[in-house]
C-alpha cells in the first residue's frame, strides 16, 4: 500500500511539472498580447515617421497642386532609343572599316626593309614609362625634320596625358599608337618588325577618327601576333604577359565566318605519358579560340570512337555551342580521358563527317567556295592516309564550265602530329589529310609549340573571305576591356578571359565593352588566291556611353533596359554580375559573364508561362514589340530579397548589328512626367540640402555646378524650342523643386521638439530625405547639420558628396523598397556596417523606413496610381530596439502580461521585413540576418499557414567553393605539395633565364606548369566570394580557414520568401525541435500595421532546424546531367552588315572567279633554341610529371 501511494505521488508531480511545463511552453504566448504590441508598435512608428518625414504636409501640396502627367509610350520610345544607339555605332564600325581601309593601302605599297632593332624602334607599351611633368624631357614631335633626336629611346619613353583620364580612365598620348608583342614572340624578330614597320602609318587614321570618338580605342591586331592600338599607353600587367589578340573573340570573330569543328583525339595506347599532356594541351588551346558563334565537339578514338562527354545525350551526336560553360564542362571530361587500344582512324573520320554533315548537309544546289567545317585531327601517327574516307564523305565535284569541274571540299582537315620522336611515314601521311583538304599540317613537338602555332588555323579558315575580298563586319559579345593590375583585381591566367583589359590601380571599375572588327586582306594582285589575312583592324566600345542614350528618367522606379545579341546572351543589364569584388581582397573576373542568357536574368513566375521565351526570341529575330511578363525580381546582394512584379517589355532592334534593346517599365508604378510649366526660383530653396540626378535637359546639357548655372539650364529648357529639349523632363524637375521645398522647415521643427523630449519611446533618427520621380532629392541631417552659406556653392560641396550616393533618386534601394511594398506602408531595412563584427556597436547599425506619396491619373478612362515620391528616414538602431522593448513591456488593463515580455531569456522577440530578414533582434548579431538561418522551422510553418510564399529563385551567375581538393589538377593540392612548389620556382628560373638569353618561343614552356602539372594556384587574396552569402558567418569562416580554394561557377537554387499581406498567426508551436521542451517551439507572428514588418515571438533558449548554405555548391544540372547550355535554345547566325541570314559566298560558277590556290600546308618554326636544351628541359619537365 505504502509502495503504491509513493508512485501515486511520483506520477502526480511528473504530471504537475509537466503540466508547469507545457503551460510555460505554450500558455503564456498570448496571442491577444502580440496583436496589441504589433498595433501599438505599428501606431507609434506610423505617427513619429509622419511628423519627422512630414510627408502629411507634401501629401496636401500635391492634392492642391495643378500639374499636368505626360504618359510616355515605351514602344515609341524603344524604337528611338535603338536609333540613337545604331548612329553612334555607326560611326565606330565606319572609322574600323577606314582602319582597314589605310592598313591595307600600306601594305600594297610597302616593301620589305628587313629591319632590326638596332635601327628600328616602337612604343613597346610594356616599357612606356609615364611622366605627369615633361620637364626638359625632349620627345620625337617637339623636332623638325633637319634635327637628331637624342633623347630617350623610344621604346621606352612617351608622354601620357592625365587630362584624357577621364575617358580612358588611364593616361594615354594622342601622339602615337603603342605595340602589345605576346611573350612567346621575340619583340626584334625580323618578320615583327617588318610588320610593325608598315602598320605605323596608321596613326593617321586612328587621329583622324579619334575627332569623332572621344573615348574609343582603336586597334589593328596583325596575324604576325602584335596588337597595335590607340591611343598609346603602358600595358598594366603583373608577372607572365599571356595576352594574344588573336585569341580573342572579337579576333576570331571578324577573322573567320562562324565555324563548325569537330576535334578528333587520338587516345590509343601509344598516346601516352607527355604526348598526352601535350596532346590535351592542344585540345584546350583549341577550345579557348572559339566563340560564342562556333560550335564543336571533342571525340576521342581508339578501336572505338565516343564522344567525350558521353553522359550528355544533348551533346552526344551533335555539335554544341561553345560557351564557356560548355567548353568548361568538355575540358572537365577531357582531363579523364586514358590511353587504351589501337587506333581506328576510319571509323573516328566516319563519325566526324556524320555530325558535321547533320548540322551543316552539303547543298549541292548553292555550293560555297569555301567551308566553315573543319576536323582538327590530333594523333602521334597515322599508318595511311586514308584517301577512301575522304573521297567518300569529303570531296565532290562541282561544275565551274560546260565541260570543266573542280573538285572542293566540304570540310578542312588540321593534322597535329604530337611529339618530337615519330617516323617519317607517319609524319607525311598526318601531313598529306590536312594538304589534301584544303587544311592545315602542325608538328607540335613541346608544349611550347601549342601557344606558338594552334591559334593559326584561324587564318587558314579565313582564306574564303579573303579569297573573295568579302567585308565582313563583326560584333562581338560584351567583355572586360583592358589584365587589370593583380593587386588592385585580381588576374585570371586562362587565355579564353584574359582580354585586352588594362587599368591603374587608381582606377574603381572595370569597363564593360563591345567590339566592332574587320578583316584587313592582302590585296597584292600576285597573292589575291592565296587568301592572306593580314590581320583585324576594329574598335572597342564602352557600354557606359551606349547606356548613357537610355532615358533613365523616363522608366519610372524599378524601370531598367537590357541589351542581348543574337545568341541572347546579355550585354547589358542591371543584373549582369561580370565581376567579382571578393571580401577576400582580390577580385577575379566571372568566367561565364559573356554567355548569361536573358532568360537566366529575367525569370517568369509561373515557369508555364511564355512571354519571355517569345520575348527572347522576338528580339533574336530582330522585332519591334511589346511583351507583358510576371517576373520574380531581387534586389540587393542577397537573392533571398525577391519581389513579384508584372512588367512592360517594349523591345527594339538595334539595326546593322546583332543587337537588341529593351526597355523595361513595372506595371504598378508608372511611365509619366508630373510637371508645371513653371520657372525655377533660385531663393526660394535650400541649394546646400538638395541634390539633383544627372539627367540630359537638352543637347547634352546636364546637371552643373555651381547651382545657379543649373537654374538657367532648366529655364531656358523650358522656353527652348529646340527639338532636343527634353521640357517635360525639365519641367518636372522644376515641379518637384517648388512642391518639396518647404520640408526642410518641417525636418528643423520636429528635431528641435525630439531634443527637448527626448523620451524612450522616441526614435532617434539621423537623417531625413526626400526622393521624386523626377530625381530631385532633399535630405537633412539630424546630428546636427552646419550652418552653410547659401550662396557659396564651394561650402556645400562636402556635405554633398555624402548624397551624390542616392542620385539618381529612382535607382536607389530605398525608394525601390517603397515602390515594391506599394501605397500606405513604411518599409523597413537595416544596413550593417562592416566593421560592427568586431566591435558590437550597434552603432554600425542603421535602420531605414521608406515610404511612397502616390497621385492619381486618369488614362484612357481608368484610374492609375503614380508613385510621386519618396520619403525615406534613418534611424539609429537602438531607438527602434528601445521602442519595440518599451512596447513590449505593458499591455491594455484586460490583459496580464507581467510574465512575458521581449528583453527576458525566456521570449525571442523578432522585427522581421517582407523577406523574412531580422530588422530588429534581442541579439543584434542576428539583424540583417535571413529568418531561415535562425528557425527555418518555423518559417516553414509561417509559410503553411499563409503568411509568407516561398518562391525559388536560381542564381546562374554564382560561384561556389570546389571541396574536392584531392585532384591532381587541384590548384590546392599541387600548392600544398612542397616537393611541387619548389619545383614551380625552379622552373620559372629556367624560364626567365632562357627567355633573356634566347628571346625565342620556348618561354611557352610554361604553359605546361599551368596546363599539365596543374601548379597554378588561387590563394585567398585572389577568391571571389560571389553567391556565397556574407552573411553566413560560418562558411565565411571555413573560407578564411583555408590558404588555397579553387572556385568553379555554378547556379544556385535559393529559398526565397515574400509576405502575403496582413495576415497573422495565433499562438502555434513547432514540432520535431529537439531543444525545446517536448520538442516543440511555440510562438506567435502578427503584422505590424502601417509597415512591411510583423513581430515574431518565440519560446526563447530553443531552436528548430536551421537553414543552412551548402558548403560546396555544386552546378544545378538537368535529369541527363546537362547543363543549360547543351539545351537546344534559339539562336540565330552573325550576318555580314547586321542584315539577316549567315554569311555565304558566292556560287562557284565561272572560272574567271578567283580560287584558293594556297601550295603552303606545313607550319614549322622559324626561332627554335638548341635542341638539346629543349630536350632535356623536356625530360625534366616529364620526370616532375611522374613524380606526381
Not at 508598435?41 to 510627408?55: E, T, W, Y
Not at 529639349?725 to 518647404?742: M, P
Request: glycine share 4%.
Amino acid at each position: 500500500m505504502q509502495w503504491t501511494l509513493s508512485v501515486v505521488i511520483a506520477t502526480t508531480v511528473v504530471y504537475l511539472f509537466t503540466i508547469v511545463g507545457f503551460t510555460q511552453s505554450f500558455l503564456e504566448l498570448n496571442p491577444a498580447i502580440v496583436e496589441f504590441w504589433a498595433t501599438s508598435l505599428g501606431q507609434q512608428i506610423d505617427r513619429q515617421c509622419k511628423n519627422a518625414s512630414g510627408i502629411k504636409v507634401i501629401e496636401k501640396k500635391y492634392k492642391e497642386a495643378t500639374y499636368t502627367t505626360h504618359y510616355i509610350n515605351g514602344k515609341t520610345l524603344s524604337v528611338e532609343v535603338a536609333k540613337k544607339i545604331e548612329s553612334y555605332l555607326q560611326v565606330r564600325l565606319e572609322a574600323a572599316i577606314e582602319i582597314k581601309k589605310k592598313a591595307q593601302e600600306l601594305f600594297l605599297n610597302y616593301s620589305s626593309e628587313n629591319h632590326t632593332c638596332d635601327d628600328f624602334t616602337y612604343y613597346d607599351s610594356k616599357d612606356i614609362t609615364i611622366y605627369k611633368d615633361r620637364g626638359n624631357l625632349i620627345f620625337p614631335e617637339d623636332l623638325d625634320e633637319n634635327s637628331t633626336y637624342n633623347g630617350p629611346n623610344l621604346e621606352l619613353y612617351l608622354p601620357l596625358y592625365e587630362e584624357w583620364r577621364e575617358h580612358f580612365q588611364i593616361p594615354v598620348s594622342l601622339n602615337a599608337s603603342a605595340i602589345h608583342v605576346p611573350t612567346n614572340i621575340y619583340k626584334c624578330a625580323p618578320f615583327l618588325l617588318d610588320n610593325i614597320s608598315w602598320t605605323g602609318k596608321l596613326d593617321e587614321v586612328f587621329s583622324k577618327n579619334q575627332g569623332n570618338m572621344k573615348s574609343a580605342w582603336q586597334f589593328f591586331a596583325s596575324s604576325a601576333g602584335f596588337l597595335r592600338f590607340y591611343p598609346a599607353s603602358a600595358w598594366y600587367n603583373e608577372g607572365m604577359d599571356m595576352f594574344d589578340a588573336r585569341l580573342t573573340e572579337w579576333y576570331t570573330s571578324a577573322a573567320a565566318p562562324p565555324k563548325n569543328i569537330i576535334i578528333l583525339l587520338d587516345n590509343s595506347g601509344s598516346m601516352t605519358g607527355l604526348r598526352m599532356e601535350i596532346a590535351k594541351t592542344t585540345v584546350k588551346k583549341i577550345m579557348e579560340s572559339l566563340n560564342e558563334n562556333d560550335f564543336f565537339n571533342l571525340i576521342t578514338f581508339n578501336n572505338d570512337s565516343r564522344f567525350v562527354d558521353c553522359d550528355c545525350q544533348h551533346s552526344n551526336g551533335s555539335l554544341i555551342q561553345a560557351t564557356s560553360k560548355n567548353i568548361r564542362r568538355v575540358t572537365k571530361s577531357l582531363m579523364e580521358v586514358q590511353s587504351i587500344q589501337i587506333a581506328n582512324f576510319t571509323k573516328a573520320f566516319q563519325l566526324a563527317f556524320d555530325v558535321l554533315q547533320k548540322h551543316s548537309p552539303i547543298n549541292r544546289s548553292r555550293i560555297n567556295l569555301g567551308s566553315n567545317n573543319a576536323i582538327m585531327l590530333i594523333t602521334d601517327g597515322a599508318s595511311e592516309t586514308y584517301v577512301e574516307v575522304f573521297d567518300s564523305y569529303n570531296w565532290y565535284n562541282v561544275t565551274v564550265d560546260k565541260d570543266q569541274t573542280a573538285q572542293l571540299r566540304y570540310a578542312r582537315i588540321f593534322s597535329y602530329l604530337i611529339g618530337q620522336e615519330v617516323t617519317l611515314a607517319n609524319k607525311n601521311h598526318v601531313k598529306w589529310m590536312g594538304c589534301a583538304n584544303k587544311g592545315y599540317f602542325y608538328h607540335i613537338g613541346t608544349m611550347a609549340d601549342v601557344h606558338d602555332y594552334v591559334q593559326d588555323y584561324v587564318r587558314v579558315m579565313a582564306r574564303p573571305l579573303a579569297v573573295h575580298n568579302i567585308s565582313h563586319n563583326s560584333w562581338s559579345g560584351v567583355h572586360l576591356n583592358i589584365p587589370l593590375p593583380k593587386e588592385n583585381f585580381g588576374f585570371n591566367t586562362n587565355s579564353r578571359t584574359t582580354e585586352w583589359i588594362r587599368l591603374p590601380s587608381t582606377a574603381t571599375k572595370p569597363v564593360l565593352s563591345i567590339s566592332v572588327s574587320t578583316p584587313v586582306y592582302d590585296q597584292r594582285d600576285d597573292e589575291i588566291n592565296n587568301g592572306n589575312l593580314l590581320g583585324v583592324a576594329g574598335v572597342h566600345i564602352n557600354l557606359d556611353e551606349i547606356l548613357a542614350f537610355i532615358p533613365r528618367s523616363k522608366l519610372g522606379a524599378l524601370g531598367y533596359a537590357f541589351i542581348i545579341n543574337n545568341n541572347g546572351f546579355v550585354l547589358s543589364h542591371p543584373d549582369l554580375k561580370p565581376w567579382n569584388f571578393s571580401s577576400f581582397g582580390g577580385n577575379t573576373p566571372m568566367n561565364d559573364y559573356k554567355n548569361v542568357d536573358i532568360l537566366f536574368l529575367e525569370q517568369e513566375y509561373n515557369s508555364s508561362d511564355e512571354q519571355l521565351p517569345q520575348l527572347r526570341r522576338a528580339m533574336i529575330n530582330g522585332e519591334t514589340g511589346h511583351v507583358q511578363a510576371t517576373v520574380k525580381k531581387f534586389y540587393g546582394q542577397q537573392l533571398h530579397r525577391v519581389y513579384i512584379q508584372t512588367q512592360n517589355y517594349y523591345y527594339a532592334p538595334i539595326l546593322n548589328t546583332p543587337y537588341s534593346i529593351a526597355l523595361v517599365i513595372a506595371e504598378h508604378t508608372n511611365n509619366h512626367y508630373i510637371y508645371q510649366t513653371k520657372s525655377l526660383d533660385p531663393q526660394s530653396f535650400l541649394w546646400c540640402s538638395m541634390v539633383i540626378a544627372d539627367w540630359d535637359y537638352c543637347n547634352n546639357q546636364r546637371k552643373t555646378t555651381p547651382f545657379f548655372k543649373f537654374v538657367d539650364i532648366i529655364n531656358n529648357v523650358l522656353k527652348s524650342s529646340d527639338p532636343l529639349c527634353n521640357k517635360n523632363l525639365a519641367a518636372s524637375v522644376a515641379f518637384d523643386v517648388n512642391i518639396t521645398r518647404g520640408v526642410h522647415a518641417i525636418w528643423n521643427d520636429y528635431n528641435k521638439e525630439i531634443l527637448i523630449a527626448n523620451s524612450q519611446k522616441n526614435l532617434d533618427f539621423n537623417m531625413a530625405m526626400v526622393g521624386t520621380r523626377a530625381g530631385v532629392t532633399r535630405f537633412q541631417d539630424f546630428n546636427g547639420q552646419a550652418e552653410l552659406d547659401q550662396s557659396n556653392d564651394e561650402s556645400c560641396l562636402s556635405l554633398q558628396k555624402l548624397i551624390d550616393l542616392f542620385t539618381p533618386s529612382i535607382d536607389t534601394e530605398y525608394y525601390k523598397k517603397a515602390a515594391v511594398n506599394r501605397k500606405n506602408v513604411w518599409a523597413f531595412s537595416s544596413t550593417i556596417h562592416p566593421d560592427f563584427e568586431d566591435t558590437l556597436n550597434t552603432s554600425y547599425i542603421s535602420v531605414a523606413a521608406s515610404r511612397g506619396i502616390y497621385i492619381q491619373e486618369h488614362h484612357r478612362n481608368s484610374k492609375k496610381d503614380i508613385l510621386a515620391s519618396v520619403f525615406t528616414l534613418h534611424m539609429k538602431y537602438d531607438s527602434l530596439f528601445r521602442m519595440l522593448n518599451a512596447t513590449t513591456s505593458f499591455c491594455s488593463a484586460s490583459l496580464d502580461c507581467s510574465s512575458i515580455y521581449c528583453h527576458n531569456d525566456s521570449v525571442d522577440c523578432y522585427l522581421l521585413d517582407e523577406n523574412g530578414f531580422v530588422v530588429v533582434a534581442d541579439d543584434p548579431l542576428l539583424v540583417g540576418k535571413f529568418f531561415g538561418y535562425i528557425d527555418y522551422q518555423v518559417l516553414l510553418d509561417m509559410r503553411k499557414k499563409g503568411m509568407f510564399k516561398e518562391v525559388p529563385i536560381t542564381d546562374y551567375q554564382a560561384v561556389c567553393i570546389a571541396c574536392d581538393m584531392s585532384s591532381e589538377n587541384s590548384s590546392a593540392s599541387s600548392i600544398l605539395n612542397p616537393f611541387i612548389y619548389m619545383v614551380k620556382l625552379l622552373m620559372w628560373h629556367i624560364t626567365q633565364i632562357t627567355l633573356s638569353l634566347t628571346q625565342f618561343s620556348l618561354v611557352n614552356l610554361w604553359h605546361y606548369i599551368y596546363y599539365a602539372t596543374g601548379l597554378m594556384t588561387s590563394s585567398v587574396s585572389d577568391l571571389t566570394y560571389a553567391g556565397l552569402y556574407p552573411n553566413d558567418t560560418l562558411l565565411y569562416q571555413q573560407v578564411l580557414s583555408q590558404k588555397f580554394l579553387t572556385l568553379s561557377p555554378c547556379q544556385q537554387s535559393i529559398k526565397s520568401f515574400i509576405s502575403l499581406g496582413s495576415r497573422n498567426i495565433t499562438n502555434n508551436h513547432v514540432s520535431n525541435c529537439s531543444e525545446c521542451s517536448y520538442s516543440k517551439r511555440s510562438y506567435v507572428a502578427n503584422r505590424v500595421p502601417n509597415t512591411n514588418l510583423y513581430l515574431m515571438v518565440l519560446e526563447g533558449e530553443c531552436s528548430c532546424k536551421i537553414l543552412s548554405q551548402n558548403d560546396c555548391m555544386e552546378e544545378n544540372e538537368s535529369s541527363n546531367g546537362c547543363s543549360s547550355d547543351f539545351m537546344g535554345v534559339y539562336r540565330k547566325p552573325p550576318a555580314p552588315h547586321g542584315s539577316t541570314g549567315s554569311i555565304k559566298l558566292p556560287k562557284y560558277k565561272t572560272k574567271k572567279q578567283p580560287i584558293e590556290e594556297v601550295q603552303t600546308c606545313n607550319g614549322s618554326a622559324s626561332l627554335y633554341i638548341s635542341t638539346m636544351l629543349i630536350i632535356a628541359i623536356q625530360v625534366f619537365i616529364h620526370e616532375i610529371y611522374s613524380c606526381r
